[in-house]
């Protein structure tokens, strides 16, 4: 079996050396006991959108907040960018899905696909792959047709503005007036810029996408824009919506009460059929214990676009068939509740690249020691066996501490990004021209075996002729990224059980719309266009092409790739872009102001109640609908604002 070592890396290095200077994350938080029970608002889940609701709401010192969150705080080494996979697959911080990819996922193991999700605060912010992309103008205007009153990009951008602290660098064109610097996001550029992504974004310009920003007033038209990534981290580190907005004096307001590891089971409502209200919320703690908390003025739902439906069904608001198929008495029908789900998928193109990608192994060293112990790194396993290393490991040791304390201290690293790294957005000309259709990732890295065999689910024994080969950690790969970015498939949330502490079913649905296929094979054209046109003498290998799929397509390495290639290698490899919204979608679910239609007191904010999947990643609009919540709530109830520390 093939490993990798520094996606699994863990946080004992951090911890040990203490090098961040600060005690651990959520020093203040988990009172021992919940002093009330009774608050003004409850916000359920403190993720991308609930961590802003509670920060913007507690500004009002007179205004009690409970925020109900089924995690903790997250750990030191969420805050190392090219650490984001270790997080996946740890239940302490990840609810850890897995879905059914419909007509996709033939070569994933078991056909399932993995669907993490950040469960602590900060949400799936604190997991996420850290890419800043906010989506095209004409998503927000095509909400704002489709019904969406107050969504339109003109409404939305003063509340992107508003969130962020953009560093500026010279390293990409910002379009000044469309950014902020004053919020508490931190949004940057990696540094150092790995050589490979630059070289990415010009061969994206010579194949005919323009260079600029691509969070800019214009996007640009068909041809699109392609740059480096802005990326929602700080000095190099992750800025989470819990680093950001709740650490520090925020989390420690006396008016905000955070109840972590309380997994919350329904919302409470009173009244009669037709005119039923939230009074409430019941949570089960980490023992089990069942625990009931009162909103006097309205209960939030920010579960994210998996947990909000689950809840709403459980409290009996949803589909009838659905809720009283697993004996739930249905108190308010509303057929949309986990419907419309819509999710990115992406295929990977894997290239070997030899004088370009970046060997895993100095990603590795760059993460610290903790990075390179055994089983699959060169150092013991045990710290306390390091008294007697040969010298080269003795070296490699002082060289890894070395770069882990100069991230530490200046956030210059090889760590200091995902690796997702550069990004292209443009038209396929097959639809949808209110927006860009198509995005393309850039990662200068083939990442490794635990990221793409265990946290993917790939099947590496049939995607790569020689998976240990391909991988190994000095090896230098690269890969691109084609994701079609407004699919027409959509897919559901359904309970599987009464059962609050089970997951739902998770149906994908992806391709089930064949207009998807098309787009894909046509976002796979032009990374492999973007490929052949890759600058300077030094050019990357052939792509791989899964051995049993070239057999059957009769494709040897070099020829021409047909269309059914393409499609089957989609339909195989294509994994998802963890875009998952819409499944409380404003219109159906709620009206534009986040309120459940028939529901007093109730509102839903965050990315499940997008009208439509944007044309880029998720988590800058789910911050948005988290700062515009925010601001109507403080209308509708006459709160003030930045009173608080
Ligand atoms: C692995 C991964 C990589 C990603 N990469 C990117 C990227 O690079 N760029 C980008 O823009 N987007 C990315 N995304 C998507 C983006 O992070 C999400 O769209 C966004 O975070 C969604 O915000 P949300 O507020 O809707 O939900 P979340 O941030 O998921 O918050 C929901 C919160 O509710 C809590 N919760 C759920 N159910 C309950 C319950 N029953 N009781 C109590 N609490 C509960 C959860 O624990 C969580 O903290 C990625 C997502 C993932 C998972």
Redesign the pocket.
Known sequence: MVRGYVFLWWDTELERLSLLGRAGAGADLGRGTLMSKEFDFVI?????????IATRLSEDTGCSVAL????GPPPDHEMMPAA??S??LDPQF??MFTADPGNAGLGLRDKRMA???????????????????RGHPGDFDHWAAQGATGWSYDDVLPYFIKSEDLKPSNEIAIDSEAHGTGGPLGVSVRSPVIPASRDFVKAAETTGIPTGDYNGRNRGGAAGVASL?Q??TRNGMRSS?YRAFLQGPVESRSNLTIIPH????KVVLSGDAGNRTATGIE?RDAEGATHSITATREVIL???????P??LM?SGIGPRREIEAVDIECLHELPGVGKNLKDHLHCPLFFEAAGIGLPVAQVGISAGPDALRAPAGPLPADPADDASLPPELADLKAEAERRLTEWTQTGESLVSS?L?DAVAFFSTGLGDEHSHDAQIGYVPCGYDASLLGE?LRIDLDTFFADPAKTLAADQENMLLLANPVLPHSKGEIVLESAD?MAPPIIRMNYFTDPHDLKVMVAVMRKCLDIAANWPGEIQPGPLNVPPALAKKHGYVEGGPLSDALLENMALHYST??????STCRMGEVVDPELRVNGIANLRV????VMPDIIS????????M??EKASDMIIAEYALKQSDAA
């Open positions: 359920v889940g403190g993720g991308s959108a609930g961590a802003v109900v969150e089924a995690g984001v996979a997080l996946q990840d609810w669907v993490p999700r950040g469960k602590m605060l900060g949400g799936s912010s604190g997991l996420n792959y850290m890419a800043y992309v990534f990326t929602t919506t309380a997994h919350v089971t949570y920010s579960a994210g676009a998996v947990g909000s689950q809840i459980l995902s997702y946290r609050p998802t872009v963890y875009h998952l919204c904010a965050d990315a499940s880029g990643n998720t988590n800058a609009a789910s911050i609908i988290g």
